[in-house]
């Protein structure tokens, strides 16, 4: 199985396409204020990362079948992918996260089925660095 730095990478949906992508770019910077003085002390460490909160459109449980196989592969936060271009083609400047690996956010994965039979999927990740 392929690896990256050492993780499982493993293979994310191409359909349906997301119903919406947000991304956040965190950058790691410190900052340290004085109490006598109230200066403040900012330590730039060069370094960030991106996190993205996904929603999957509703389904049916045909389509969600292989998104429960893809968190279920995923182990929480063990392994690693990379965000289809076909399925982010169109929520994603092009090139901005291409080639980068994704892993989700947490450890827990849940969805949620409402009437009619509809899955609903909402989840959050994080570049794997």
Partial sequence: MATYLGWTIVTMPSSPAPKSVEFTSNSIVGAVMSPFTGQQQIQD??????????????????????WVAFF???????????????????????????????????NASKWSITDGIRYGFQFEIREAI
């Fill in 45 to 66: 460490w060069q370094a960030s990362y991106m996190e993205a909160s996904v929603t999957l459109p509703p389904m049916s449980a045909t389509d969600a079948a292989d």
């Fill in 72 to 106: 279920l592969a995923c182990k929480g936060q063990a392994c690693v992918f990379v965000l289809a271009n076909t399925t982010f083609a169109g929520l994603v400047p092009s090139g901005q996260v291409a080639g980068t690996y994704w892993r989700l956010k947490n």
